[in-house]
C-alpha cells in the first residue's frame, strides 16, 4: 500500500512539471512524459495485482488471534489499586505465540456438582469458568498480586475506595452455546455483544435474596448499587470503604442475561420469576456454559468426560496453547490414573505422598529422574518430569461445635495435643507440607510467626480433657461425661473423602493415639459430592476438609458469627467469637498493608486459641509431566510437553503450574 502511494506522489509530481515545462521544447519533453508515464502506469498496475494477490493470500490462511501491540499502553498504571486514575497493567498478548497453538491437553478431574458458579463453588465448577469466560480485570499468573486489564479498558477508583468505573473493551461478544445446535434453541444463534447490562445482571442475580448463592453474596452485601450510564460504562458503588471490594470488583463476570433471563423456548422470564427460576435454569439442565472467555464447554457427561474447545470468535488471545481441554472424569482411582499417566493419555498428574515415595524415592518408575539432595531441579531431566511444588491451600480437621463434644474449646485444644503433625507429614506425607497454625500460608507476609504450635502432648491432652470433666466414671476404657442428664461416652465420628489413603494412614494413626486417651474414633469415607453436601447441612461431629488461601486475606466468610448459620455457608464449624467479628469487620475497611496485616495476625492468634479447626498443613505436592524426550526418541502427537520449566522457573511460586507457556512439542 505504502508503494502505491509513492507511485501516485510520483504522477502528481511529473504534471506538476508538465505545466512549467519550456514550450519550445514541449514536443520532445512530451514524448519523454508519456514514456514515463506508461511505465509508471504499468508499475502501478503490477503492484496493485500484487496487493490483491496478497490479501487473497491471508484470507486464504487460518485465522489465528492478534496478538495485538506489544509495547505498554502509557495510559495504564502499575497494576496496584490506586485512587483517581487507571491503575490496570494493559492487557499482555506477548505470553501468546501462535506458532504453539494445537492439540488436546488432557487431565483427570472430579464431575463437578453443577456448572452455575453462582449456585456450586466448588473448584472444579471456578475452574471451567475461568476458561470460558473473563472478568473485568484478571490477576496474571506471573504477577498474582496485581491487576491487569480484561473486559474492561480501565478501571478509576474514587471517593474514597467507594466508587468505581469501569470502560469496557468494544467488539465483545457471547459465546454461542452448544445447545443452539439444537433447532429447538435456534433462538440462540445470533451473535450478541457484551453490554454493561450483562455485569448489571449479574449482580442483581447475587443480590437477590432468591438465589441460592450465601456464599457469593456475602461479598457484595456492600454494595449500594451499580448504574450502567452506556453500554460500556459500569460504576458499582458501595456503602463504605471495603477491602474486599477490591476484588468483588475487579474480578467480577458477566452472566449472560440473554439466556437467564429467557425461557426455554427464547420468551423473557417475568422479572419478579428471574431470581427463583435461577436456582432450577432450563440452561443448567441442560449443563450449559455461556462466556466471553477464550475456551466453550461443547460436551460434559457426569463422570465421564468434560470436553472444552477453544472458541473462535474470542476478543483476546487463548489462555492456552491448546485446541481442546478433556477432562477425563471416569476414571477416579489413584493406581489406573498413574497407569494412565505414564502411558501418555493424560499430559500432566499429581503424585499422591504414597506415590512419590513408591515411584520416585523406591525408583519404581526409572523414567523418572532420582532425587538429588544437592539439586531441587533434578527431577526436570527425566522422560517424565516431575517438582517439587507449593499450593495456596491448607487442609485440616474440623470440629463442629454446634455439638456438645466439641463446644469446649479445652476439648478442641485435647485434640490438638493427641495429633503428632509432624510425624505425620514425615512418614505419611513423605515431607511434602509444611506444618501449620493458622489459615494463612507460612509464606505469607501476614503469616503470623510469634504463634507457638500445640505441641504433641498426650499427657498434657488427657489432663485438659479432665478439666473438662471427661474422665473415665464407669471404667470401661472410654472418657465419658454427664450431658444434659444423660452419660455419654466421649466417642465420635471423623467424615472425609474416600480413596484417599493419606487420610486413611493419618486417621487412623489419630484413631490409635485418641484409643490411649479413652477416646473413641469412627471413621467414615465418602465420595466428594456427597462430601460438599455433608459441609453444606453441617452434617457431621468432625470433618476433614481444605481450603484455598488468598492473597488479598479476608476472614468474614470463614470465620465470622454471622456466616455461622447461614444455608450452605462456609463457616460450617459454626465458630462464633464477638472480638474476631470485631476484627474481621475491621480488616474489610483497611487498606494499608502493614494495618492489615497487624490485624490479621491477631486473629490467627486466637483462631490458634480456640481451634475452630485443628490446622494441618499447607499443601505441596509432586508435579509431574510428560517430558520433553530424551534424544533419540520419536515425538508422539498430542503428548510431549514443553514450556512446563518456563513456568515453573518464570511464574509466580504459588502460581507457576497456570499452563501460560505449555504447548505441544511438534512432530
Excluded at 490506586?82 to 505465540?97: E, I, K, T, V
Aim: net charge neutral.
Amino acid at each position: 500500500m505504502n508503494a502505491l502511494k509513492i507511485t501516485l506522489l510520483a504522477l502528481i509530481a511529473i504534471l506538476l512539471v508538465v505545466v512549467v515545462v519550456d514550450r519550445s521544447r514541449q514536443p520532445a519533453q512530451l514524448g519523454e512524459l508519456n514514456r514515463t508515464l506508461q511505465a509508471l502506469t504499468e508499475a502501478s498496475r503490477a503492484q496493485t495485482d500484487e496487493l490483491k494477490a496478497l490479501r487473497q493470500q491471508v484470507a486464504s490462511r487460518p485465522t489465528t488471534p492478534d496478538p495485538g501491540p506489544r509495547t505498554p499502553d502509557p495510559s495504564s498504571g502499575n497494576g496496584n489499586p490506586a485512587l483517581g486514575a487507571n491503575f490496570l497493567m494493559p492487557y499482555d498478548r506477548s505470553r501468546y505465540h501462535p506458532e504453539w497453538q494445537g492439540g488436546t491437553l488432557r487431565s483427570f478431574a472430579s464431575s463437578p456438582k453443577g456448572l452455575n458458579p453462582f449456585l456450586d463453588n466448588s473448584s472444579e465448577t471456578s475452574e471451567v469458568h475461568g476458561l470460558c469466560n473473563d472478568s473485568l480485570a484478571d490477576r496474571p499468573a506471573w504477577a498474582p498480586e496485581k491487576w491487569m486489564a480484561g473486559l474492561a479498558e480501565s478501571a478509576v477508583i474514587t471517593d474514597d475506595y467507594r466508587t468505581y468505573t469501569f470502560r469496557l473493551r468494544s467488539g465483545v461478544t457471547w459465546q454461542r452455546p452448544a445447545c443452539a445446535r439444537d433447532d429447538a434453541f435456534a433462538w440462540l444463534r445470533a451473535e450478541v455483544p457484551l453490554t454493561s447490562a450483562d455485569f448489571a445482571f449479574a449482580l442483581r442475580i447475587v443480590l437477590d435474596p432468591a438465589v441460592d448463592c450465601p456464599q457469593v453474596r456475602t461479598y457484595y452485601e456492600d454494595l449500594e448499587k451499580f448504574e450502567t450510564p452506556d453500554d460500556r460504562t459500569l460504576i458499582l458503588r458501595w456503602k463504605r470503604p471495603v477491602y474486599t471490594s477490591l476484588a468483588s470488583s475487579l474480578g467480577l463476570s458477566p452472566l449472560p442475561r440473554h439466556i437467564y433471563g429467557r425461557n426455554r423456548d427464547g420468551t423473557p422470564i417475568p422479572e419478579a420469576q428471574i431470581g427463583i427460576q435461577f436456582n432450577k435454569h432450563w440452561f443448567d439442565d441442560l449443563k450449559g456454559v455461556c462466556g466471553v472467555g477464550p475456551f466453550q464447554v461443547v460436551e460434559y457427561q457426569q463422570d465421564k468426560i468434560l470436553r472444552l474447545e477453544r472458541y473462535p470468535g474470542y476478543w483476546g488471545v487463548p489462555s492456552r496453547h491448546v485446541d481442546r481441554i478433556e477432562w477425563m472424569l471416569d476414571v477416579k482411582q489413584p493406581d489406573p490414573q498413574l497407569i494412565a499417566f505414564k502411558n501418555g493419555q493424560v499430559q500432566a498428574f499429581g503424585l499422591s505422598p504414597l506415590k512419590f515415595k513408591s515411584e520416585v524415592l523406591d525408583r519404581k518408575e526409572p523414567r523418572f529422574a532420582a532425587v538429588d539432595p544437592a539439586n531441587p531441579k533434578a527431577g526436570r531431566s527425566g522422560e517424565l518430569g516431575w517438582e517439587r511444588t507449593k499450593r495456596l491451600a491448607f487442609s485440616y480437621l474440623g470440629w463442629n461445635q454446634r455439638r456438645p463434644l466439641f463446644a469446649d474449646k479445652r476439648v478442641r485444644q485435647a485434640m490438638a495435643m493427641a495429633f503428632p503433625k509432624e510425624r505425620i507429614i514425615r512418614d505419611v506425607f513423605y515431607g511434602l507440607g509444611q506444618p501449620i497454625c493458622s489459615d494463612v500460608h507460612p509464606d505469607h507476609t501476614a503469616y503470623n510467626r510469634s504463634l507457638v504450635p500445640w505441641p504433641y502432648d498426650p499427657a498434657r491432652a488427657k489432663a485438659l480433657l479432665a478439666e473438662a470433666g471427661w474422665t473415665d466414671h464407669d471404667g470401661d476404657g472410654l472418657l465419658d461425661r454427664t450431658i444434659n442428664g444423660t452419660s455419654m461416652p466421649l466417642t465420635f465420628a471423623i467424615k472425609y473423602y474416600a480413596n484417599s489413603p493419606e487420610w486413611d494412614n493419618t486417621l487412623s494413626i489419630f484413631r490409635n493415639e485418641l484409643k490411649a486417651l479413652g477416646i473413641g474414633l469412627d471413621l467414615q469415607t465418602y465420595e466428594w459430592k456427597e462430601m460438599i453436601r455433608i459441609y453444606e447441612d453441617r452434617d457431621f461431629d468432625a470433618v476433614v476438609g481444605g481450603w484455598g488461601m488468598s492473597l488479598d486475606i479476608d476472614y468474614f466468610q470463614l470465620w465470622h458469627s454471622s456466616q455461622a448459620d447461614v444455608p450452605s455457608g462456609s463457616n460450617h464449624c459454626g465458630f462464633k467469637n464477638p472480638r474476631v467479628d470485631e476484627l474481621a469487620d475491621r480488616l474489610r475497611t483497611t487498606f494499608e498493608a502493614e494495618a492489615r496485616n497487624a490485624i490479621i495476625r491477631e486473629i490467627q492468634v486466637i483462631l490458634h486459641e480456640e481451634q475452630p479447626y485443628l490446622f494441618f498443613r499447607s499443601t505441596e505436592g509432586i508435579f509431574t509431566w510428560q517430558n520433553r524426550p530424551p534424544g533419540g526418541k520419536p515425538v508422539e502427537k498430542d503428548r510431549w510437553l514443553a514450556g512446563v520449566v518456563e513456568d515453573l522457573d518464570g511464574l509466580h511460586p504459588l502460581r507457576n503450574r497456570a499452563q501460560v507457556s505449555w504447548h505441544f512439542v511438534q512432530p
